[in-house]
């Protein structure tokens, strides 16, 4: 979705839900933490816009990308979540190994949001450079985090 045309970062709070009584999981990759928590806070400050209290923000950090699934399944067995925002970033280099981990965690979130009452969200970035994964956790295309936290506050305020 991040395209010249599009910035991640635009939403009008006024146009969502009240999430004050609402609670989120956010599961941070600690590799290459200078685009993860720039995700992060983008997703901690919208939450923190649209009425999440601070309490109501559990932040639960695993090693990799690889690893959110893992993360986000505690979380969702835990079933005390409104949505959970799994954030990482994956980074092309010179061997498969970027291949295996987009498709494996593309794969486990999919299965999550399958098996468990509570959606978890994709925020995770699968750039061919450093500077693509700036650009999109806070550079001039703005802010994923930003996007996935109004697609989580939209998908825990579903009702059929």
């Given at each position: 979705m991040a395209t010249a045309a599009v910035n991640l970062s635009d939403f009008n709070p006024k146009d969502l839900p009240n999430?004050?009584?609402?609670?989120?999981?956010?599961?941070?990759?600690e590799w290459n933490s200078e685009i993860t928590e720039?995700?992060?806070?983008?997703?901690?400050?919208?939450?923190?816009?649209?009425?999440?209290?601070?309490?109501?923000?559990?932040?639960?950090?695993v090693p990799g990308t690889f690893e959110l699934v893992f993360g986000s399944k505690l979380l969702c067995e835990e079933n005390d979540f409104?949505?959970?925002?799994?954030?990482?970033?994956?980074?092309?280099g010179e061997t498969k190994h970027?291949?295996?981990?987009?498709?494996?965690?593309?794969?486990?979130?999919?299965?999550?949001?399958?098996?468990?009452?509570?959606?978890?969200?994709?925020?995770?970035l699968t750039d061919n450079t450093m500077e693509q994964s700036r650009a999109r956790s806070g550079g001039v295309h703005g802010n994923k985090g930003v996007e996935c936290a109004v697609a989580a506050i939209k998908m825990a305020s579903i009702s059929v």
């Open positions: 999430t004050a009584n609402m609670k989120f999981g956010l599961v941070v990759a720039a995700l992060y806070q983008g997703a901690f400050d919208t939450l923190r816009a649209t009425g999440t209290p601070e309490n109501k923000i559990v932040r639960v950090n409104d949505a959970i925002i799994a954030i990482g970033t994956v980074i092309q970027f291949d295996y981990v987009c498709q494996g965690v593309t794969y486990g979130i999919q299965e999550l949001n399958l098996s468990y009452e509570t959606p978890v969200i994709f925020c995770v």
